[in-house]
């Protein structure tokens, strides 16, 4: 069974999704589209809403793609676990996925914060462990550049166990409120953690009781070699950015193959690429969005666009010569420079043509057509063993989603591939998750 989310950004995924005709009015911090969108994903029986996250006001140093607003941006949003926590009460199944930084926030608070929300939401709090994309944020918190990738994942690595141990505080009968007797807890069912590393020291317990998932689902988004480890070690659920199937196999077999050292089953770790998906109710309704939506980039928002994915200026370059070498390493998102740059080499793309191919998806799939044709798709990759489910992205809002909910979501229940209900209480359970990777297991 394909594991599916889709995205909660009110303005779609494509650039220029947001100045669509039938796209929404009024985005910013706005509540209700918020919870339109929770709602119809939820019709649709999707596992997750996802909501990405920074901690900073990105591109002021590019006015013109600052002005157009890119989909990963975000300069008016809510943040995750807020949101999520005001969804969870406007609706009673769908995963809610939140990113939160490893880099900047501290172990107890992020404990509490994930317990609190799957509290909130009976057991549907999913965590996307992400070490920061965009080198700015440090200097919302005290430092004057991007910490180390290195750096990052160890800290991450620490982090989470942490985390894991905090939301081992409480077993789970440890409130017992026997009003006869005067004894509101078992003081012999708390537990103290004691971590003293070399990022924390944290006493606990957490001030939470057990959550009814034990652990939130776990997300993680690296791609690099730090970034599948980690992964491997504790995620339920990794990104995968692949714009095909071969590297989206060659991925999957990667990080699978480590899950032995971890005392690992392969389907306890599911493989999510993203993707944008373009349907319609034939192919041409599919193309017309996609012409549509292509036709409302300029050069002048294009190619500081693809600056930022490659992380390296392209302005001063001509638009129809080539890239220039992008072989080196970058601070933020390996994945995003390594694929565009392959790409643009293996096909003798211009900058121009680089930017046009890679606007539609941000560097993930790209999946056009009608129902049918794009279930095919679908059906190839997971078949193919490149992917455990998808990031269903809908360029426009509301009118992707629903056409995914409404087309596409069908054509993948006739074929089995999907749920037709909920059956599980929590998120774990309607995703067919362990209760997480014991961390007695980890510290061998
Ligand atoms: C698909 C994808 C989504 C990501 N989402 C976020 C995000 O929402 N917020 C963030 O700060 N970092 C995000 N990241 C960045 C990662 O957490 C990580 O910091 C970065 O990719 C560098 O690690 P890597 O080289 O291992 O990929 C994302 C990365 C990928 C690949």
């Known amino acids: 069974m394909l594991n599916l989310m889709t995205g909660l950004g009110n303005i779609g995924g494509h650039l220029g999704g947001w100045r669509h005709p039938a796209s929404w009015n009024c985005t910013a ?256 309704e599919a193309d017309d969005l996609y012409e549509e939506l292509q036709s409302l980039i300029s050069p002048a928002v294009g190619v500081p666009y693809l600056s930022k994915l490659v992380e390296m200026d392209l302005t001063p370059y001509p638009i129809d010569g080539p890239l220039p070498d992008l072989s080196g390493e970058v601070v933020g998102i390996s994945s995003f420079r390594k694929n565009i740059a392959a790409m643009a080499a293996r096909e003798n793309l211009s900058i121009r043509q680089t930017y046009e191919r890679v606007l539609p998806s941000m560097g993930h799939v790209l999946f056009k057509g009608d129902a049918v044709q794009v279930a095919d798709q679908i059906e190839e990759w997971y078949r193919s063993g490149a992917s455990d489910g998808f990031m269903l992205g809908a360029p426009v809002m509301p009118l992707g989603l629903e056409r995914i909910v409404d087309l596409l979501i069908p054509e993948l229940q006739r074929r089995g591939l999907f749920r037709t209900e909920y059956t599980g209480g929590t998120l774990r359970e309607n995703m067919g998750l362990e209760l997480g990777v014991s961390r007695n297991v980890l510290a061998r």
């Not at 029986?45 to 600052?66: H, Y």
């Not at 914060?113 to 070490?131: E, M, P, Q, Y």
């Not at 982090?159 to 440890?174: C, I, M, P, T, Y």
């Open 29 to 284: 911090m706005n509540l209700g589209q918020h919870i339109e969108t929770a709602k119809l994903a939820e019709r649709g029986k999707f596992d997750l809403l996802f909501l990405a996250d920074g901690n900073a006001v990105r591109q002021m140093d590019k006015p013109a793609l600052f002005e157009a607003n890119s989909p990963s941006d975000r300069p008016s949003v809510f943040e995750p676990v807020t949101l999520l926590s005001a969804i969870s009460q406007h609706t009673s199944q769908i995963g809610l996925l939140a990113t939160a930084t490893t880099t900047y926030e501290e172990p107890y608070l992020l404990a509490r914060k994930f317990a609190s929300l799957d509290h909130l939401s009976g057991g549907r709090a999913c965590w996307n462990i992400v070490t920061g994309s965009y080198p700015g944020d440090s200097l919302n918190f005290g430092r004057e550049e991007h910490v180390p990738r290195a750096e990052r994942y160890e800290r991450s690595e620490e982090f989470v166990e942490v985390a894991k141990g905090l939301w081992d505080s409480w077993d789970e009968d440890a409130f017992v409120e026997d009003k006869a007797s005067g004894r509101y807890l078992d003081r012999e069912a708390v537990h103290v953690l004691d971590h003293v590393g070399k990022h924390f020291s944290v006493k606990g317990p957490l001030n939470v009781a057990r959550m009814p998932q034990r652990y939130p689902v776990l997300f993680l988004a690296g791609q690099s070699e730090q970034g599948k480890e980690l992964a491997a070690k504790h995620a339920d659920c990794v990104f995968s950015v692949s714009a095909d199937i071969a590297t989206g196999k060659a991925f999957s077999d990667d990080v699978k193959n480590r899950l032995d050292r971890y005392d690992r089953a392969p389907e306890s770790l599911r493989i999510i690429p993203g993707t944008s998906v373009f349907v319609g109710s034939s192919e041409a």
